[in-house]
């Protein structure tokens, strides 16, 4: 079992980490102008593309789940369809922002409460990265795909692409073009269309290659195949995972926007240690990702053993990589800054809130672990129980402390936003056990 995580978690961790690499190459790339202009720009911006698209995340998770359950079933006429549905969401909803992208823009900062030349920065960075939405939506419809199939080294190659072209084009836009802001988001814009038409090419090869390696009995029974995934499933399915993104979202840009209304200074000192839980959250999901295939197989195959003996061997493997990220911040988090930012004001404001950066990994990675499960079990109206709980907590310890503690509570409260995440999902995971009673031998 654990060479199975692995196999699947190695190569989605590898992925996941050069996913952020778009924000933190924008971030290091602009935090090295010599102003905290540019970087508070991108992190409002990079906040903005945050909300459009992770409400559309269920055209992963809800792919991913949904696709592993029929490979588990042996149910290729689904494991189609489901691709064929997901990539047709993305395309509409792409178009749609890019249409409304002014509009978007407008409301996304009025929100954040910024303004000068921060406000300027971040309008033009978002115009121009809308442009990308059509293959930022269809990279997560692709990438939920190949996971379900049990392929996780194809989403992995194709982000090492994406972050091979972004970070230079990026550079040499900022720095030899001297274009600024603008140069991140056209060398981000860039790598997202070109990691998307290859990885859509991929696909396309992949189930042409299946289709010529069939029988001819095969190819007709095939082409005579039904399935139970229709368009009211497949939204029904999503649904919950919509809501409990809205959560997310409804967390994370509160937070970003508590860092804006206390100057540029909380503000980029925020960006700047999100990123320690933006790195951890995208490695320790590479596990939650191999929890995702893994648990949607054996739930699809009914094999409520190998479920259970998954699910005990992720949670060693989440509890092991988050002590190995908390040591790490310890000892060299504040190096990891510097990378980042050579602003001595930041990094120095930085230090007072540094500890809390160190304590995201423990308090995050049974949440982190359970999604996995959840999604691939499409569990998703109890990991909607859980997230809503999660948000309740976070409002209500903001609420109650930030007159008195400033930005420290608003830390508190996402590090207890974390804990609760977890704590509730592993009471609600029981139903799991119940639905498949041979996880009880």
């Avoid at 690499?21 to 090295?32: E, K, P, W, Y």
Wanted: net charge positive.
């Amino acid at each position: 079992m654990n060479r199975r995580i692995l196999a699947l978690a190695i190569p989605a961790i590898i992925s996941n980490i050069t996913t952020p690499l778009l924000s933190l190459a924008d971030t290091a790339i602009v935090g090295h102008l010599g102003s905290a202009v540019p970087l508070a720009a991108i992190a409002v911006g990079g906040a903005a593309f945050n909300l459009l698209y992770w409400l559309f995340a269920f055209l992963r998770m809800g792919t991913s789940g949904l696709t592993a359950q029929a490979y588990g079933a042996k149910d290729v006429t689904t494991q189609r369809v489901v691709l064929k549905k997901a990539l047709t969401v993305a395309t509409i909803a792409g178009l749609m922002m890019i249409v409304l992208g002014w509009p978007i823009a407008a409301g996304v900062l009025w929100f954040m409460d910024v303004n000068g030349d921060t406000y300027a920065m971040a309008q033009q960075y978002i115009l121009i990265l809308i442009w990308g939405a059509p293959a930022s939506l269809g990279n997560y419809a692709l990438a939920g795909w190949f996971l379900g199939m049990q392929d996780s080294r194809t989403p992995m190659w194709i982000s090492i692409i994406i972050n091979v072209v972004n970070i230079p084009v990026s550079v040499a836009l900022v720095y030899g073009a001297g274009w600024g802001v603008a140069g991140c988001a056209i060398g981000s814009l860039v790598a997202q269309w070109l990691g998307f038409l290859i990885a859509l090419w991929r696909a396309t090869n992949k189930e042409r290659g299946r289709l010529a390696r069939a029988t001819t009995k095969e190819r007709g029974r095939l082409a005579r195949a039904t399935t139970n995934i229709t368009w009211r499933a497949f939204f029904s399915i999503n649904f919950d995972i919509f809501l409990r993104t809205a959560c997310l979202v409804a967390v994370t840009l509160w937070f970003t926007r508590v860092g804006a209304t206390q100057g540029v200074i909380i503000l980029a000192v925020n960006a700047l240690l999100m990123q320690l839980f933006v790195l951890f959250s995208y490695t320790m999901d590479g596990f939650a990702f191999a929890g995702e295939a893994l648990v949607g197989r054996f739930v699809g195959a009914n094999d409520g053993r190998s479920l259970r003996k998954c699910i005990k061997a992720l949670l060693g493997w989440g509890f092991l990589w988050a002590l190995l990220f908390t040591i790490l911040y310890a000892v060299g988090g504040e190096a990891f800054l510097r990378l980042l930012s050579n602003d001595e004001d930041v990094i120095t404001a930085s230090r007072e809130f540094f500890y809390w950066g160190v304590t995201v990994p423990m308090a995050g990675f049974l949440a982190f672990t359970w999604d996995g499960v959840f999604i691939g079990a499409t569990m998703t109206r109890r990991m909607l129980v859980a997230m809503a709980s999660g948000m309740a907590v976070f409002f209500a310890v903001y609420l109650a402390l930030f007159p008195a503690w400033g930005n420290h509570a608003l830390w508190l409260a996402l590090i207890l936003y974390l804990l609760t995440r977890g704590i509730a999902q592993s009471f609600l995971v029981q139903s799991l056990y119940r639905r498949l009673p041979s996880t009880n031998n």
